[in-house]
């Protein structure tokens, strides 16, 4: 399957660290990228090549992977994360390809 | 910094052709994948297709070859047209830059509303 699988919805304290996964088999061999997007803006880029942050991005955000499972850990969550994220990758036939998206809700 | 503005029609009927053009501001065309993405209206992303500064394209399959996607590398733009447009195509557009695996720059965002 090319498809990327995302849990809808995730809640976290405020303050605490939370982790949002994606799964997909296209993740044993491409790496994965995570978007934030908070309503009415454009998908922000957080994290890159599984792990990467590009610059301007607070060090809260990391990314991991193993497996078919890619995650986005939020450290110290604050109310201003709250968003959608969207995890996004690649097939063998170079289709581009978006997880459901998780909508972050920091209680 | 690069950025990335986008213009084009908002509103369409049924069976016309969706237009959109995205101009590249503080970079160069050249080793990016100039990309596409559609949001419907309380959906998730949707890929909808790039394209190279060579002219190279490479669209979703799922679009069943009514989008085109062309680059001027004079002027620094490129362009989405997405043919017999219904309800369905209704959305957010996005062009955004492609990088590693990645679409680190983009557009603000251009509403599409498809209604007779």
């Known amino acids: 399957s090319s498809e990327l699988t995302q849990d809808p919805v995730v809640s976290v304290a405020l303050g605490q660290t939370v982790r949002i996964t994606c799964r997909g088999d296209?993740?044993?061999?491409?790496?994965a990228s995570w978007y934030q997007q908070k309503p009415g803006q454009a998908p922000i880029l957080v994290i890159y090549?599984?792990?990467t942050r590009p610059s301007g991005i607070p060090n809260r955000f990391s990314g991991s992977g193993s497996g078919n499972t890619a995650s986005l850990t939020i450290s110290g969550t604050q109310a201003g994360d709250e968003a959608d994220y969207y995890c996004h990758s690649r097939d063998a036939s170079e289709r581009r390809i978006f997880g459901g998206g998780t909508r972050l809700t920091v209680l | 910094q690069v950025q990335l503005q986008q213009w084009g029609a908002g509103l369409l009927k049924p069976s016309e052709t969706l237009s959109l053009t995205c101009g590249v501001f503080?970079?160069?065309?050249?080793?990016?994948?100039w990309t596409w993405v559609r949001q419907p209206p309380g959906k998730g992303l949707e890929w909808i297709g790039e394209?190279?500064?060579?002219?190279?394209?490479n669209n979703n399959p799922s679009l069943k070859s009514r989008a085109t996607i062309s680059i001027d590398t004079s002027d620094n733009h490129f362009s989405l047209r997405l043919a017999s447009v219904t309800a369905a195509d209704t959305g957010i557009y996005f062009c955004?830059?492609?990088?590693?695996?990645?679409?680190?720059?983009w557009g603000q965002g251009t509403l599409v509303n498809v209604s007779s």
């Open positions: 503080g970079g160069t065309l050249s080793g990016y994948r």
């Open positions: 090549n599984r792990s």
């Open positions: 955004a830059r492609g990088y590693s695996n990645a679409f680190d720059f």
């Open positions: 296209n993740l044993r061999t491409y790496f």
């Open positions: 394209i190279l500064d060579s002219g190279y394209t």
